[in-house]
């Protein structure tokens, strides 16, 4: 504990509002540097990453993907009898997210020196807020330095007639649903869209996807494609290019299409984007509009506020857990600077501003085959360089691809600035290729020279050869 806090009751160094993983972050960071720090939290400690997001989601999903693994390989299809254990892949799941009790994180919290309160926090003042806690009472505390929110993001539902009337479920209902619907339809082409369409279909969900604007459009196209491909491939319906007008529920959900046609679900899963959790924090209080994105610096702190910082999805930076833990390690090392006059630009401070969030976010989207990417896309690269080199390679013509599946189907593209010599962007589609990314986060956030990445030898026979195959491509190409 900070020998500088205030010793009245109520006041802290440092207020976190949000105990997810990316409050944890903040808090833990601060406590490391000797403040006095408090957590609040009207839900579970942990966040929605823990309990109804990140973790359980994997595990809906790693069944299937294991099972349709050993399925390509000759020598291990033969020993598969049956499909999914559909109860035992939800207990699994039910583990991962701990039962949906947080006794195991309240310990970390402890062992951590930092404080919680567990309620529902509104700013009333600057550094000051009013805390309901779950039995009605109302208590008020105070930031000595800093007040960081860490509220995170909800599911967008649209203003689609009927919609919410028809109880549609969310990212927080299919990841912790404890029956399989015979029939679910999904509204949305996103990351959440594509990766429980994956999951419920491997579940024996008869599974529609709807999907207006382009199946994960925030990648590069091909992602999307054979995304697509597979998954009808599997049974799923992915329709494209259209519009739910209108949905109702009696007994089954019935979904009325823009162009006329109908789909008949048990369950309708909503997946169309977040919206901030900003709604009811009492930011009118000190001038700032409720409900929505809070922006933020590098720093994390909140333009014309010297203590306030908004840290995770709230600041709508990049909506995406790892990202968010990275904010809050710099915000909480920020805060701990400037409370203890230390140098926030210079010195061990530097390494933590928040700069990756602008150009090498990379991100893992576990669909089959996996969608792996860090950095631009060739069309934001060409959008913003002046000389763009984009690299393909069939993922499927590899030794290390043969090895690993019969019928191995995937892709990689590189993007390059030409000017620098230097990796912008990486896309992977394929099997497993998650874990190619990181060496590819490693040389964009390095902006290594591609004269030095020809020393850096894959191991053969694997997937990470596709980096010696697209150098050459490279290689031929300017030759």
């Known amino acids: 504990m900070s020998d500088q806090s205030p010793s009245e009751e109520g006041s802290y160094d440092v207020i976190v509002v949000g105990a997810g993983a990316v409050g944890e972050n903040v808090a833990d960071r601060v406590a490391q540097a000797g403040l006095r720090v408090v957590i609040v939290e009207s839900d579970l400690v942990g966040g929605e990453c823990s309990y109804w997001a990140c973790m359980p989601s994997k595990a809906l999903l790693r069944s299937g993907a294991a099972l349709r693994s050993a399925s390509a390989l000759a020598g291990a299809r033969g020993a598969i009898r049956g499909g999914l254990d559909v109860k035992a892949v939800l207990n699994a799941r039910d583990e991962v997210a701990s039962h949906w009790h947080d006794d195991g994180q309240v310990e970390w919290l402890n062992s951590a020196n930092i404080d919680l309160i567990r309620g529902y926090a509104r700013l009333t003042g600057p550094r000051e807020l009013e805390v309901t806690t779950p039995d009605g009472a109302k208590r008020t505390i105070r930031a000595r330095h800093a007040v960081a929110l860490s509220t995170g993001s909800s599911a967008l539902v649209p203003g689609i007639p009927g919609l919410a009337e028809a109880r549609p479920w969310t990212s927080k209902e299919v990841t912790s649903a404890q029956e399989i619907p015979a029939r679910l339809a999904i509204i949305g082409g996103g990351v959440v869209a594509m990766e429980m369409a994956t999951a419920y279909n491997d579940l024996g969900s008869e599974v529609t996807v709807l999907v207006r604007d382009g199946v994960l459009s925030e990648n590069e196209p091909f992602a999307g494609e054979l995304v697509t491909a597979a998954l009808t491939a599997r049974g799923v319906q992915v329709r494209l290019g259209v519009e739910v007008t209108s949905v109702s529920r009696s007994g089954e959900v019935v ?225």
């Open 255 to 479: 979904l009325e299409l823009g162009d006329g046609e109908r789909v008949v679900a048990d369950e309708v899963l909503v997946a169309v984007g977040r919206t901030p959790n900003t709604q009811d924090l009492g930011l009118e209080t000190i001038g700032l509009t409720p409900g929505e994105w809070l922006p933020a610096d590098d720093t994390l702190r909140v333009p014309d506020f010297d203590w306030l910082y908004a840290v995770g999805d709230v600041n709508h930076r990049t909506l995406l857990t790892h990202q968010g833990k990275y904010q809050g390690r710099a915000a909480g090392d920020v805060i701990a600077a400037r409370a203890l006059g230390s140098p926030v630009q210079d010195g061990p401070w530097q390494r933590h501003v928040a700069t990756a969030d602008h150009a090498a976010v990379p991100q893992v989207t576990f669909t089959d085959p996996e969608v792996a990417s860090v950095g631009l896309t060739a069309e934001r690269a060409q959008e913003a360089l002046a000389n763009v080199k984009v690299l393909d390679y069939d993922l499927g013509a590899l030794a290390g691809a043969h090895v690993h599946a019969e019928g191995y189907v995937g892709h990689a593209r590189f993007v390059v600035d030409a000017d620098r010599q230097v990796l912008v962007g990486a896309t992977f589609v394929g099997s497993d290729v998650g874990e190619l990314l990181h060496s590819a986060t490693i040389a964009v956030v390095g902006e290594v020279p591609l004269q030095r990445l020809w020393h850096a030898v894959p191991s053969y026979p694997t997937l990470s050869e596709v980096w010696l195959r697209l150098l050459e491509t490279y290689g031929r190409e300017t030759a």
